[in-house]
Nanobody, 124 residues
Framework: QVQLAESGGGLVQAGGSLRLSCAAS????????MGWFRQVPGKEREFVAR????????TYADSVKGRFATSRNNAENTMSLQMNSLKPEDTAVYYC?????????????????WGQGTQVTVSS
């Protein structure tokens, strides 16, 4: 089993930047594709970004493309999400997740392990 823990959330003004981190333990991190999701109260959890096991392939939601970048360090069992040019609509709880084996998509059902989430608030 994979245990995940996010950190780095906080309050930032619109146009600012934040860097989220996800620390993994309990399993071979490099075996798992990883994802970032976010959720606001009353709405479904939505896909933000995905990174392949090696880190060579990344995928982003259209809403964050060009502003967010995810990366991973398999030697340190960590993943990060660099968020630039933040907008108030980026305000949400952000989660990191490990994909089920062989799953290549962005649906939440394809991810079997989740962190506890970290709040990101962007003020206008």
């Amino acid at each position: 089993q994979v245990q995940l823990a996010e950190s780095g959330g906080g309050l930032v003004q619109a146009g600012g930047s934040l860097r989220l981190s996800c620390a993994a333990s309990g399993a071979t991190f490099s075996n798992y594709a990883m994802g970032w999701f976010r959720q606001v109260p009353g709405k479904e959890r939505e896909f933000v970004a995905r990174i392949s096991q090696s880190g060579a392939i990344t995928t982003y939601a259209d809403s964050v493309k060009g502003r967010f970048a995810t990366s991973r360090n398999n030697a340190e069992n960590t993943m990060s999400l660099q968020m630039n040019s933040l907008k108030p609509e980026d305000t949400a709880v952000y989660y990191c997740a490990a994909a089920r084996l062989r799953y290549r998509g962005s649906d939440t059902n394809g991810y079997g392990y989740w962190g506890q989430g970290t709040q990101v608030t962007v003020s206008s």
